[in-house]
Structure formats: structure tokens, C-alpha cells
């Protein structure tokens, strides 16, 4: 049964395709109404969320099928106890396909190995978010034609975020790429990402703590927020979580096309008044998100089904 953990459970030319499926149901919608008429998706969420769990549910909407779910442990016999494969054994009796976020990092692997339908890794802990690249994928295709021959700034708490992670294992499959880390010291980008990922796929990549000096080099600006929840200590959160916050003055440097992204929930780590910018794609990225995953569903029942 092929479930989604992580993004590079897909090969290059599937995420190709998915970009493409995607695109095609942004022009066409009506075509796709009908496409999972008596399917059932079921989003088991562990962990809050609103983006990934409302376009998960508005894209099976979309695509003519239903869904069930939970947005909360506490909403679930997790509460009292029950492990995560006996929940989606039973989950795999009720509906077609599962979306699961969890804050254990390898839940979704261990719901994959014990589920009978297709599992899509919503997030698990500090790991992986492959739907949130997908979705990020997805925007700058759309925003700037090629997902090839860009400098990517990747901006803020880059020890613990799973979008940044999963994002840098994408996109150093591609050509032409340069990666710009902009973190605190404390919340550098792990290790062994730098040498799994970034050394072994020689991806030239540059570190700074400063904001500023790395804008005006930048094709895509992608800006993530210090997750208090990631911290074991209240007093390290407060220190570092307005470490970077962009504005229109940081921004006057900037290139005139740049694409300034941010998986959201945002906190203070963009100003509002960057919303109006025409270079703030932060929300297309939202809407993207639904057509991506509307893609993915398509494509994991199809699988599923033969
Ligand atoms: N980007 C993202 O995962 O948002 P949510 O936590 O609201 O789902």
C-alpha cells in the first residue's frame, strides 16, 4: 500500500506530475468534482493544526468524496491509551485514506506499517511535513515558472523545522540551486541535514545569522517561525523568538521579484504590513496547499485501487 511519509518517498518526475495534476484542477476544478465521489479521507490529528487539516478536508470536498477525523488527541481513545497502530488498524475500517499529524517523530511511518489503506504524513514532530513541500513546490513552480537556477534563503528556526527540512531535501534535487541559511547559533540547521543532504548532493549553501546582509541575493525568501512547542525551556523560546522579523524596510534591498514565503502559523516573524507587499506569496501558498494535496489524494487512491 503506498502511503506518504516523507517527500522523497516521490520520485522527481511524480512530483512532476503532481505539479501538473495540480495546475490542471486550478484551471479545470469542474473536472474533478466527481473524481473520489464515495471516498472517505479520515484526518487523524494529533497535534493542532488549521492549514494542513482544513485543506486536507476542503480538498476531498473538492474532489466530490467525504471525510472524518479528529482534531485533537484528546478527541480520540489516544486519551485513554490506545497506540497509534490499533487507532489506524481501526481507521482502515472506516474509511478510503488518512491524513495523520502527530508530534512523535516516525508516528506516521508506524501508522504506515500497520494501516491498510494509504497514510499522508501531515507532520510528525520535528521530522517530516511532505505535504507542506509539496505545497511550497507547487507556489514557487506557479510564482516563478522553474523549480531549477534559484537562491533560496531559508530563514529563522531552521534546527527544528520540519518545513525546512523536508524543503531542503526537495529542492537539492534540482539544478542551479543555492541555499542560504539564516538562523540564530542555537537554531541552526542540523548536521547532519547539512551533510546528508546539502555536501552529498554538492548544493552550494551559505550560513549567516544576518537577515539583511542575505536579501538582496535572494530569488525566494522563506521565512519560518520559532516554535515554542520545539522547546524544552521558556526562557531559550523568549530569547529567540523575534530573532528575524521581516518589514518593509528590510525589504527595500530586495529583488523586485523576489518570493517571500512562509509555511504560517505566522507570530511576529513577518510584519503585517509586508501582507500588501506584491512580493508576499504566503498566502497563494496557503491555497496552494489545497490543490497539492487534492493532487496527492487523487493520486494515492488511484495507486490504491489497482
Ligand atoms: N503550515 C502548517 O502546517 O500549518 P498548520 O500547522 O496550521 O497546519
Known sequence: MRSLIDILDLSMEEIDELIATACDIIDNPDKYAESCKRKKLATLFFEPSTRT???FEA???????????????????????????????????????????HPKEGAALVAAQNASIP???????????????LTDLLTIYREKGRLTDL??????????????HSLINAL????????VLISPEELKLPSYIKKDVLQKKGIPYTQTTDLEAAIPTLDILYMTRVQ????????DYLRLKDSYILDPKKLETAKPD??????????????????????A??????????YARMALILKLLKEASV
Open 151 to 164: 537562491t533560496v534563503g531559508l530563514c529563522g528556526d531552521l534546527k527544528f523545522g520540519r518545513t525546512v
Open 228 to 235: 515554542r512547542e520545539r522547546f524544552f525551556n521558556e526562557e
Open 258 to 279: 523576489l518570493c517571500i514565503m512562509h509555511p504560517l502559523p505566522r507570530v511576529n516573524e513577518i510584519s503585517v504590513a509586508v501582507d500588501d507587499d506584491p512580493r
Open 119 to 133: 497514510v499522508i504524513n501531515a507532520g510528525d514532530g520535528g521530522h517530516c511535513h511532505p505535504t507542506q513541500t
Open 281 to 290: 506569496c504566503y498566502f497563494k501558498q496557503v491555497l496552494c496547499g489545497k
Open 53 to 55: 487539516r482544513l485543506s
Open 59 to 101: 480538498a476531498m470536498l473538492e474532489l466530490g468524496g467525504s471525510v472524518i477525523g479528529f482534531s485533537a488527541a484528546n478527541n480520540s481513545s489516544a486519551a485513554k491509551g490506545e497506540s497509534v497502530a490499533d487507532t489506524v488498524k481501526t481507521i482502515s475500517c472506516y474509511a478510503d485514506i488518512i491524513a495523520m499529524r
Open 172 to 179: 537539492s534535487r534540482y539544478t542551479g540551486i543555492h541555499i
